[in-house]
């Protein structure tokens, strides 16, 4: 596993720039949030690596009345104890709800004390299965191919399109707010390759972003795993990109 970190913040050091015209708030020197919509937040967490600097990688939160859903983790237990202590003194809302994209550090590495905290999690049943065989903390709940959730006035959507950073990658689609949260598989406009790819399958890789493609028409905004938000050109370079590997 330790390699395998590695290797992926290797694959990720480009990503620093971060979307510009939304409101910041900083919440620790290490962990931020950028309001995208009245309810959707996105958090962005920096890990310490030694030789590569601070690498960031990005999450999501979205608020209904008085409760948050959290899509991804900061990188660890206590940059994600940072973030739901933020969440719950400073915003006054109750946590219901986690969904990792993927089984990857920056995805889930603080799953555990979410675990711990009795919240519902979900997660694609390939991802508890990598999770469970890496000796990792795994989700409760587990899906196979899509899962719509009811959250207040919102409908969450997940959906697994097929291979690409890591085999068991998902997209979250929240339709009333038209917010894609594409985690790793989707690059920011700056990348200029896949990055790590090695827990992944780069022959799916262009056949799983086409699928994104064809499945969302109407986006507003496309969260990637790290960088700068953007559009549904975060999608068509992704997909550029995957022909060039």
């Given at each position: 596993?330790?390699?395998?970190?590695?290797?992926?913040?290797?694959?990720?050091?480009?990503?620093?720039?971060?979307?510009?015209?939304?409101?910041?708030?900083?919440?620790?020197?290490?962990?931020?949030?950028?309001?995208?919509?009245?309810?959707?937040?996105?958090?962005?967490?920096?890990?310490?690596?030694?030789?590569?600097?601070?690498?960031?990688?990005n999450g999501m939160i979205l608020i209904n009345n008085n409760e948050a859903f959290i899509f991804d983790?900061?990188?660890?237990?206590?940059?994600?104890?940072?973030?739901?202590?933020?969440?719950?003194?400073?915003?006054?809302?109750?946590?219901?709800?986690?969904?990792?994209?993927?089984?990857?550090?920056?995805?889930?590495?603080?799953?555990?004390?979410?675990?711990?905290?009795?919240?519902?999690?979900?997660?694609?049943?390939?991802?508890?299965?990598?999770?469970?065989?890496?000796?990792?903390?795994?989700?409760?709940?587990?899906?196979?191919?899509?899962?719509?959730?009811?959250?207040?006035?919102?409908?969450?959507?997940?959906?697994?399109?097929?291979?690409?950073?890591?085999?068991?990658?998902?997209?979250?689609?929240?339709?009333?707010?038209?917010?894609?949260?594409?985690?790793?598989?989707i690059k920011e406009l700056k990348a200029k390759d896949l990055g790590f790819t090695g827990d992944g399958?780069?022959?799916?890789?262009?056949?799983?972003?086409?699928?994104?493609?064809?499945?969302?028409?109407?986006?507003?905004?496309?969260?990637?795993?790290?960088?700068?938000?953007?559009?549904?050109?975060?999608?068509?370079?992704?997909?550029?990109?995957?022909?060039?590997?």
């Amino acid at each position: 596993m330790k390699r395998t970190l590695i290797f992926i913040i290797i694959g990720f050091i480009q990503f620093y720039g971060y979307s510009q015209g939304f409101d910041t708030i900083k919440v620790t020197k290490d962990i931020e949030l950028i309001k995208i919509s009245p309810s959707a937040y996105v958090h962005i967490s920096y890990k310490d690596v030694p030789s590569y600097g601070r690498v960031p990688a990005n999450g999501m939160i979205l608020i209904n009345n008085n409760e948050a859903f959290i899509f991804d983790t900061p990188w660890t237990d206590s940059l994600t104890n940072d973030l739901l202590q933020w969440i719950k003194n400073k915003m006054q809302l109750k946590i219901v709800g986690f969904i990792p994209n993927d089984w990857h550090w920056d995805s889930m590495g603080g799953l555990k004390l979410i675990n711990d905290l009795g919240v519902p999690t979900y997660a694609n049943e390939m991802t508890k299965e990598l999770a469970q065989k890496k000796g990792l903390p795994v989700p409760k709940n587990g899906f196979i191919d899509s899962l719509a959730l009811k959250f207040g006035k919102f409908d969450i959507c997940c959906y697994y399109f097929g291979a690409a950073h890591t085999i068991d990658n998902i997209v979250v689609w929240i339709p009333s707010e038209k917010i894609l949260f594409a985690d790793c598989m989707i690059k920011e406009l700056k990348a200029k390759d896949l990055g790590f790819t090695g827990d992944g399958d780069v022959n799916s890789y262009g056949i799983t972003v086409k699928r994104v493609m064809d499945k969302f028409k109407s986006i507003k905004y496309v969260v990637p795993g790290h960088g700068d938000i953007g559009g549904k050109d975060l999608i068509e370079h992704t997909l550029e990109l995957t022909k060039k590997k």
